[in-house]
């Protein structure tokens, strides 16, 4: 009965166009009134608590480093990086977005910033060369969703602070999978790339790769300093994040000195109102998540899924499939705050490992990021390379396939994950 109110109320209040976070408060308000408990300041008192949390500090300030990484100049010296070293093959620019992803994702923690600070930059440049626009557009979003996967990942903090899971594990277990993304990437773009007639520029010799690599050295030591930071203990996921803002403070204003005093109001703005989106629906989930418990809704879904508790694998698979529907529907920050309650626990009594069910949702509902009807990376590519979704969803599907093979893998396969973890930690 509980599961029932809240999704009928969540639901109905997000099909009539209600944002998110107040469709999230009027399933709080529908579970109270149902158990005959309705308190105003129950709701406030929540709301603020799911605010006041130490962890979700990160989120800021890693959205801050993001924005400050792009006003410096260190997106464009990662692409004339992977361009000196890939620019030369077949299908060299495509090879160029994934790198370029791959290493700009220890950089940012967001796919929507990666894929416009990326895409921005290449979509044009392949789109001059020749390449498909749609496939283009198509690779560099599939990249983009890379980024939460791979630390630091926005995401994974949403995860590690609802589901009280370790950040730092979720981060180490992130970076193999988010490799066998690239990877995957890159083995699609092959068979493409073999279509593309374009003229080849010249291999880049071993002092222009070098030179550029000195110049890009800095923007590299990023994520070296933030994992191995944190691998360390020297700090943790929160702090890391105030680190990559100052770090990236230094590297703009001082080294590159492509930053100015005068970017940083637009910066800072830009950088407040995203977090301010999240941290109100992160505020708003976590009254929910308590209205979750109070209504008893985990031990609801435990009692339907009770049949395959027993066979944690196929309760996996049951599980994926029911993320990838949500996905379609619903951004991947929220649907973490309200489903992570409620599946943790099942999870937590079938045996799985928490760590890594929190690494194969967070690919699960970033997967979601670039399908229709609610891709939000769908709709940065739309907005960058001026195309209809219908046209993008056509040059995506190979790389949104492969992507899907890969979290197959990891579900079929666990040790590509948890081996990895026992290395990193």
Not at 207 to 236: N, Q, S, Y
Request: proline share 6%.
């Amino acid at each position: 009965m509980a599961l029932g109110v809240f999704l009928v109320s969540l639901f109905g209040a997000l099909s009539l166009g209600v944002p998110i976070a107040f469709s999230l408060m009027i399933s709080a308000v529908a579970l109270m009134v149902m158990l005959g408990s309705f308190d105003s300041q129950i709701i406030a008192q929540n709301l603020i608590n799911g605010a006041n949390n130490f962890a979700l500090m990160a989120i800021p300030f890693f959205i801050l480093a993001g924005e400050l990484m792009n006003a410096g100049g260190i997106s464009k010296r990662v692409v004339a990086f992977a361009m000196s070293l890939v620019g030369h093959i077949r299908g060299g620019l495509g090879y160029v977005a994934i790198i370029a992803s791959v290493l700009f994702a220890g950089l940012s923690g967001s796919a929507v910033a990666d894929t416009a600070a990326l895409g921005a930059i290449l979509i044009p440049m392949m789109i001059t060369k020749g390449y498909d626009k749609a496939q283009s557009t198509g690779l560099i979003a599939a990249a983009g969703i890379i980024a939460p996967v791979i630390p630091p990942s926005i995401p994974m903090i949403i995860f590690g602070v609802v589901s009280g899971v370790s950040i730092t594990k979720l981060f180490m277990g992130g970076i193999v999978p988010g490799l066998f993304m690239g990877l995957g990437l890159a083995i699609v773009w092959t068979f493409i790339a073999r279509k593309d007639k374009s003229e080849l520029p010249p291999r880049k010799s071993v002092r222009e790769i070098l030179r550029l690599a000195k110049d890009t050295i800095w923007a590299l030591l990023l994520p070296v300093i933030i994992i191995g930071g944190i691998r360390g203990g020297i700090f943790t996921p929160t702090e890391a994040s105030v680190v990559a803002v100052f770090y990236a403070i230094l590297v703009g204003l001082f080294l590159y000195r492509e930053l100015k005093l005068a970017d940083f109001y637009e910066v800072l703005v830009t950088a407040a109102k995203t977090t301010s989106v999240v941290m109100l629906v992160a505020a708003a989930a976590m009254v929910s998540a308590w209205l979750i418990t109070v209504a008893q809704v985990p031990a609801d879904m435990a009692n339907l899924l009770g049949p395959l508790i027993e066979q944690p694998k196929l309760l996996l698979i049951l599980i994926m499939v029911l993320l990838l529907a949500i996905g379609l529907v619903m951004d991947s920050t929220p649907a973490i705050l309200i489903f992570t309650p409620v599946l943790m626990p099942i999870v937590k009594l079938a045996g799985i490992d928490p760590v890594y069910f929190g690494i194969l949702m967070v690919i699960n509902l970033c997967i979601g990021l670039i399908t229709p009807p609610v891709g939000t990376v769908l709709y940065v590519g739309c907005g960058i390379s001026k195309i209809d979704i219908i046209t993008l969803v056509k040059g995506i599907w190979p790389f949104l396939l492969i992507h899907l093979v890969i979290l197959i893998l990891l579900v079929l396969f666990p040790s590509l994950v948890l081996v990895p973890i026992e290395w990193f930690t």
